[in-house]
C-alpha cells in the first residue's frame, strides 16, 4: 500500500458545486496532515493545516478520520479559481517515514468549469 | 519579502555537463528541503538539511550533492547530467524539520531542468 494515496480524477465541476476529495495514508502513527494547493506549472502552497478536530477556512474545509486513516477536503461554492492540483501531505511519526519529512500524495486535479 | 527563491528557473544541459541549482531562504528557517516532481510521480525528496551544518539523503539521492552554505542557502548540484534527471526542481524550506513537529513547508517557484 503506498503511503498517502488520491483519486487523481480529473473531477470536472460546474461553478458554484460543492466538492469533496478523500485521501488514505498507511502509518497509522502519522502526525500531522495538510493540503496543499498547486497549480499548474507552479509551486505548491499550503492551503491549510488538518486537525483532529476538523477545521474550516472559508469555502474549505478539512476533516481528519484516525481511525479509518483518511483525511477530506470538502470545498463548498466551487470558482474558477479553484482549478488546481490538491496535494495530501503527511508527516511521519518521530521514527519512521520517509526520514522524517513530509509525504506527499500524487494529487487530485479540480477543474471548475463556468 | 521574497520567501523561498531558486535560481535558474530554466536551464538546458547536455549529457555529463554539471550544474548547480541554488536556494535561499529569508523567513529565518532551520530546514530546507530539494524535491524533483515528475509527471505521475508526485514530489520526492532528494535531500535535506534539518539544520544548518547537517544534510541527509532523501528518498531519490543518487546523482545529487547537496551543501547547506548558511542557514539561509542550499544549493544541489548535479555531477553528472542524465537525461532521467530532467524534470521540475523545488527547494523548500520549514521553520523545523517535519518529522512528529507538524511543520508545514514553503516551496520556491522551481526550476525546470532539461538534460538532452
Known amino acids: 500500500r503506498k503511503e498517502v494515496e488520491q483519486d487523481p480524477g480529473p473531477f470536472n465541476v460546474p461553478e458554484g458545486a460543492t466538492v469533496a476529495f478523500n485521501c488514505t495514508y498507511s502509518?497509522?502513527?502519522?502526525?500531522?496532515f495538510f493540503w496543499y494547493r498547486q497549480d499548474c506549472r507552479k509551486e505548491p502552497k499550503l492551503l491549510m493545516s488538518v486537525y483532529s478536530s476538523g477545521n474550516e477556512d472559508g469555502r474549505f474545509t478539512a476533516q481528519l478520520n484516525r481511525a479509518s486513516q483518511y483525511i477530506s477536503l470538502l470545498i463548498r461554492d466551487s470558482k474558477l479559481s479553484d482549478s488546481a492540483t490538491y496535494l495530501c501531505v503527511v508527516t511521519p511519526d518521530f521514527f519512521g517515514g520517509s526520514q522524517g519529512n513530509l509525504i506527499f500524495g500524487k494529487g487530485t486535479k479540480l477543474s471548475v468549469k463556468p | 519579502n521574497a520567501g523561498v527563491t531558486q535560481t535558474p528557473k530554466f536551464q538546458v544541459l547536455k549529457t555529463g555537463q554539471s550544474m548547480t541549482l541554488q536556494c535561499a531562504q529569508d523567513m529565518n528557517h532551520n530546514s530546507m528541503y530539494w524535491y524533483r516532481q515528475d509527471p505521475g510521480m508526485g514530489l520526492r525528496l532528494i535531500y535535506y538539511?534539518?539544520?544548518?551544518?547537517?544534510?541527509d539523503k532523501g528518498e531519490v539521492p543518487n546523482g545529487y550533492n547537496v551543501s547547506r552554505l548558511n542557514k539561509r542557502e542550499f544549493s544541489l548540484r548535479l555531477e553528472s547530467a542524465a537525461p532521467s534527471q530532467t524534470s521540475v526542481y523545488f527547494c523548500?524550506?520549514?521553520?523545523?524539520?517535519?518529522?512528529?513537529?507538524?511543520?508545514?513547508?514553503?516551496f520556491g517557484d522551481g526550476t525546470r531542468l532539461s538534460i538532452l
Open positions: 502509518n497509522s502513527a502519522s502526525q500531522s
Open positions: 523548500a524550506s520549514s521553520v523545523s524539520l517535519s518529522t512528529g513537529g507538524g511543520q508545514p513547508q514553503h
Open positions: 538539511s534539518a539544520s544548518e551544518g547537517t544534510t
